[in-house]
């Protein structure tokens, strides 16, 4: 589905990635883990085709990212992306007509389920709200591929909890969720593959059960001993 090769991105003398080779599949849950300032982001919004990469190429479903990519990937970056005046209701009016594959009913659903109100204005949120208003637009979109960038970031353990399970609750065998993150025992439990990303280039990658085995350790002991 999303397949990177040789991908490199520089800032100046930093490279924020370094020959990243990636091949995501469909119908599976993949965690991109590493602490912040791992590339994680920057993977992300290569994939997104918010930014470009300097070398390297990456492609959605065999076609460079791109026009046909966009209208397929579903994207949540760290920062808020509502404007402060809307309301919760106005923010799923404004998808539903920006996204031909944005489900309205569904979106009022994941609302109800993370008890926000939908008259309240993005101004007036928490930051806990505020994720979980992210989270509940982005996951009402059928899109084909969704990227969660730190979904989890400055959120309370109930909310935590109702997000992993929307996270759960969305997956299905006609779509691939890639969630990044470097609070790993929050999500180890739920993840098919993982990847790790240690200043820019992938140190792990694999079957999340494999990668148990052939370390002899769970996800989370095994990120400690790599990010020591």
Same mark, same amino acid.
């Given at each position: 589905?999303? /397949?990177?090769?040789?991908? &490199? @991105?520089?800032?100046? @003398? /930093? ?12 119908? $599976? ?15 992300? /919004? ?6 470009? *990469? ?8 065999? *076609? ?7 209208? $397929? ?5 760290? %920062?808020?992306?509502?404007? &402060? ?46 994720? @979980? ?31 992993? *399970?929307?996270?759960? $609750? ?34 792990? *990658? ?6 148990? %085995? %052939? ?9 400690? %001993?790599?990010?020591?």
């Amino acid at each position: 589905m999303l /397949k990177s090769t040789q991908l &490199s @991105k520089g800032f100046f @003398k /930093k490279k924020a990635l370094k020959n990243v080779d990636i091949d995501i599949a469909p119908g $599976k849950i993949y965690g991109i883990l590493g602490p912040n300032g791992s590339g994680k982001s920057t993977f992300m /919004k290569i994939a997104s085709g918010l930014m470009h *990469q300097t070398s390297g190429t990456m492609t959605f479903e065999d *076609q460079p990212i791109g026009t046909y990519s966009k209208s $397929k990937i579903a994207y949540m970056p760290t %920062e808020m992306f509502f404007y &402060s005046f809307m309301t919760i209701k106005t923010v799923g009016d404004y998808f539903a007509d920006f996204y031909d594959d944005f489900d309205l009913d569904a979106y009022q659903e994941l609302i109800q389920f993370m008890n926000l109100d939908m008259n309240s204005k993005v101004s007036s949120l928490s930051t806990g709200m505020g994720a @979980k208003l992210k989270i509940a637009a982005t996951l009402s979109r059928n899109a084909k591929l969704i990227m969660l960038d730190e979904p989890l970031n400055g959120i309370d353990l109930v909310t935590r909890e109702k997000i992993i *399970q929307t996270i759960v $609750k969305k997956a299905n065998d006609d779509n691939t969720l890639l969630v990044s993150s470097h609070l790993v025992n929050e999500i180890e439990s739920i993840l098919d593959e993982v990847i790790f990303l240690k200043d820019g280039e992938v140190v792990v *990658q694999g079957n999340a059960e494999a990668v148990r %085995e %052939e370390h002899n350790k769970s996800i989370v002991d095994l990120y400690k %001993e790599v990010f020591a």
